[in-house]
């Protein structure tokens, strides 16, 4: 079974960083789309970047902000966060698929609150 295991979360001051990883086993994130989503409550979840073959996408709202990286070697994928917003608050799933919108396998997310 593949499994995904966030870390990083945790409560920042607007303006503030955070780093998120996402250990992956049972694939190699080198061979796969892996990608950050985020769920505020209330809120539809919501893409937030992804890394693969073609390079990283990012939505337009953190664009300058964060930045995903991958380490093959620790088959894990890292989300660094800077100058964070109120609005950044949720909670953030990674995911690893085939290609993008089909990923097949989630983690159980990790709570990112910012406060005001």
């Known amino acids: 079974q593949v499994q995904l295991a966030e870390s990083g979360g945790g409560l920042v001051q607007a303006g503030g960083s955070l780093t998120l990883s996402c250990t992956v086993s049972?694939?190699?994130?080198?061979?796969?789309?892996v990608g950050w989503f985020r769920q505020a409550p209330g809120k539809e979840r919501e893409f937030v970047a992804c890394?693969?073959?073609?390079?990283?996408q990012y939505t337009d709202s953190v664009k300058g902000r964060f930045t995903i990286s991958r380490d093959n070697a620790r088959n894990m994928v890292t989300l660094q966060m800077n100058s964070l917003k109120p609005k950044d608050t949720a909670v953030y799933y990674c995911?690893?698929?085939?290609?993008?919108?089909?990923?097949?396998?989630w983690g159980q997310g990790t709570q990112v609150t910012v406060s005001s």
């Open positions: 049972g694939r190699s994130v080198s061979g796969y789309v």
């Open positions: 890394i693969s073959w073609f390079g990283t």
């Open positions: 995911a690893t698929g085939r290609a993008v919108n089909e990923y097949d396998y």
